[in-house]
T-cell receptor
Framework: DAKTTQPPSMDCAEGRAANLPCNHSTISGNEYVYWYRQIHSQGPQYIIHGLKNNETNEMASLIITEDRKSSTLILPHATLRDTAVYYCIVSRRNAGNMLTFGGGTRLMVKP | DAGVIQSPRHEVTEMGQEVTLRCKPISGHNSLFWYRQTMMRGLELLIYFNNNVPIDDSGMPEDRFSAKMPNASFSTLKIQPSEPRDSAVYFC????????????FGSGTRLTVV
């Protein structure tokens, strides 16, 4: 019953942009796309979220396709500290809706 | 703000013993979540509180698990009796119900039942 599909792992060279894809073809009109990451042994950390427009904050950019069936999280200049598991989640906002985590993408940033 | 505070950070206990995990959410956050993480099953939502009231406990694995939130600043997750298969990292997270900007997770409690 997965709502999102992500590649299990990706590599990225340090200093280069990391582009993490996510498919969410069954997303509903009132569901947002959320991204979290989990660095080894730590709790998940919120990164960014969006509905249909592209979003950018100090951590990352989120690009959502026009049909909203997929999105890409962009880390513009990946560092070794960005090595983590990245989770893409769809959920309704302002509803207290529970976040359901899938397997995520294990990003390895290499020197 | 000190963030979501969980205690203890590590707990080692013998099978059959009672285990109590504790969580202090961020002040002003009215939703609280308990998650469990294992290598095999990933991150699983156990129970969710809103304004101190349990809303959904469908993720609680069995009757040995119970959770309470006696006030807005404190929650416990109890396992009685504990079993080796309960060994996992337990995370607590909190959020403002009307805040769509995400949850804040604690650092977790690593539980080992021997």
């Amino acid at each position: 019953d997965a709502k999102t599909t992500q590649p299990p792992s990706m590599d990225c060279a340090e200093g280069r942009a990391a582009n993490l894809p996510c498919n969410h073809s069954t997303i509903s009109g009132n569901e947002y796309v959320y991204w979290y990451r989990q660095i080894h042994s730590q709790g998940p950390q919120y990164i960014i979220h969006g509905l249909k427009n592209n979003e950018t904050n100090e951590m990352a950019s989120l690009i959502i396709t026009e049909d909203r069936k997929s999105s890409t999280l962009i880390l513009p200049h990946a560092t070794l500290r960005d090595t983590a598991v990245y989770y893409c989640i769809v959920s309704r906002r302002n509803a207290g809706n529970m976040l359901t985590f899938g397997g995520g993408t294990r990003l390895m940033v290499k020197p | 703000d000190a963030g979501v505070i969980q205690s203890p950070r590590h707990e080692v206990t013998e099978m059959g013993q009672e285990v109590t995990l504790r969580c202090k959410p961020i002040s002003g956050h009215n939703s609280l979540f308990w998650y469990r993480q294992t290598m095999m099953r990933g991150l699983e939502l156990l129970i969710y509180f809103n304004n101190n009231v349990p809303i959904d406990d469908s993720g609680m694995p069995e009757d040995r698990f119970s959770a309470k939130m006696p006030n807005a600043s404190f929650s416990t997750l109890k396992i009685q009796p504990s079993e080796p298969r309960d060994s996992a990292v337990y995370f607590c997270a909190s959020s403002r119900r009307t805040d769509g900007d995400g949850y804040t997770f604690g650092s977790g409690t690593r539980l080992t039942v021997v």
